[in-house]
């Protein structure tokens, strides 16, 4: 199997060469790329990440595809008051809120996110880990295009795939 970083990357490139389409497995899904400062290292990271929307926010999983641990990128997002956005072809700005299993939110955003990501239901039957949902706010006055200045335009700009 390949590292993640490696595929990482190739999606990374796909996605950015191509306005935010990537095929393969995230074919007709949406996809973003999740900026934020490693807690540790003081490094930045990139994660592409399927995401499902609620009204204007966007909602990201730590599933790690089942495997028994968090991912390192949601205690990253937990100590960060604004994280960077890229969808499609524009990059924003987004208040992060980590909604954890026994949230009252919980149960409504983790149904939102797997009802649009199926393959949820067989990172479940790996681990008994609930993942937490990770909700991105837009900072709406913040919005730009890849290449633009900041524009103040209304949340995250839907992909029209």
């Known amino acids: 199997m390949d590292d993640v970083n490696e595929v990482n990357k190739r999606v990374i490139s796909q996605f950015r060469a191509q306005g935010g ?24 990271r990139i994660n592409p ?9 966007l909602l990201v999983c730590g599933s790690a595809r089942g495997a028994e641990k968090d991912p390192a ?13 890229e969808v499609g072809s524009r990059i924003l700005r987004a208040t992060p809120t980590v909604v ?13 996110w797997s009802a649009y990501w199926p393959d949820s ?3 479940e039957t790996k681990t008994g880990r609930r993942f937490p949902i990770v909700k991105l706010e837009p900072v709406t006055s913040k919005a730009a295009s890849v290449g633009e200045p900041a524009a103040a335009e209304g949340a995250f700009g839907r992909r029209s795939d």
């Open 21 to 44: 389409v990537v095929g393969g497995h995230f074919e007709g899904k949406h996809l973003l790329l999740l900026h934020t400062v490693g807690r540790r290292t003081g490094q930045a």
């Open 49 to 57: 990440l399927v995401y499902a929307a609620d009204g204007d926010d």
């Open 73 to 85: 990128w949601v205690g990253n997002v937990a100590v960060m008051s604004e994280v960077t956005v």
């Open 100 to 112: 954890t299993p026994g949230s009252p939110e919980w149960e409504r955003l983790y149904g939102i």
């Open 121 to 123: 239901t067989e990172y």
